[in-house]
T-cell receptor, first 113, second 117 residues
Framework: SQELEQSPQSLIVQEGKNLTINCTSSKTLYGLYWYKQKYGEGLIFLMMLQKGGEEKSHEKITAKLDEKKQQSSLHITASQPSHAGIYLCGAVALTGTASKLTFGTGTRLQVTL | GAVVSQHPSRVICKSGTSVKIECRSLDFQATTMFWYRQFPKKSLMLMATSNEGSKATYEQGVEKDKFLINHASLTLSTLTVTSAHPEDSSFYIC?????????????FGPGTRLTVL
């Protein structure tokens, strides 16, 4: 089965600082999702990457998928308190269960003033 | 974006009772819904895939008789935790796949926090 490891597990940054969260897969990724979760709430879709080398941005968040499609990074520029939460990467199984998502271990982000 | 609701958002029950959690897709028809469980400070674990009009597919280690799933319509899936015990206390989240969108697009509900006393 596919395993996703995220690093770091938790992160505390000062407002205005940049940060990067990594997601590493044990297998080649067919599709990689990034979600954000506020404590005790559902998941908010951020971005989805499929092609090797692909990079997408939304506001101050940029996600990349490496050429080998086994690692993705999420970069936040000039962090704000609203960025605080749990960031989860999710991978899609390649065949047979195309819609089945396996989630990473999660990264808890705190942004201090 | 698409909206998925869950009800109730929080439930507290006594040990031994059964609890039903509803997951609804509000503006699209979902042939497939998923149920996840999340422990404190942990990631989401897929419990089962709910298919409209057929039996749910359970992940390894998930008890079918403990967690009953019914997907009676294209907009509603229910998860019933039978004879709940304190170890069943958790955050349960559902997601629904919109068949008209990219095959792997899932929309998540806000979650239900279950506390079993």
């Amino acid at each position: 089965s596919q395993e996703l490891e995220q690093s770091p597990q938790s992160l505390i940054v000062q407002e205005g600082k940049n940060l990067t969260i990594n997601c590493t897969s044990s297998k080649t990724l067919y599709g990689l999702y990034w979600y954000k979760q506020k404590y005790g709430e559902g998941l908010i879709f951020l971005m989805m990457l499929q092609k090797g080398g692909e990079e997408k941005s939304h506001e101050k968040i940029t996600a990349k998928l490496d050429e080998k499609k086994q690692q993705s990074s999420l970069h936040i520029t000039a962090s704000q308190p609203s960025h605080a939460g749990i960031y989860l990467c999710g991978a899609v199984a390649l065949t047979g269960t195309a819609s089945k998502l396996t989630f990473g271990t999660g990264t808890r982000l705190q942004v201090t003033l | 974006g698409a909206v998925v609701s869950q009800h109730p958002s929080r439930v507290i029950c006594k040990s031994g009772t059964s609890v039903k959690i509803e997951c609804r897709s509000l503006d699209f028809q979902a042939t497939t819904m998923f149920w996840y469980r999340q422990f404190p400070k942990k990631s989401l674990m897929l419990m089962a895939t709910s298919n409209e009009g057929s039996k749910a597919t359970y992940e390894q280690g998930v008890e079918k008789d403990k967690f009953l799933i019914n997907h009676a319509s294209l907009t509603l899936s229910t998860l019933t935790v039978t004879s709940a015990h304190p170890e069943d206390s958790s955050f349960y989240i559902c997601s629904a796949r919109d068949p008209t969108k990219t095959a792997d697009t899932q929309y998540f509900g806000p979650g239900t926090r279950l506390t079993v006393l």
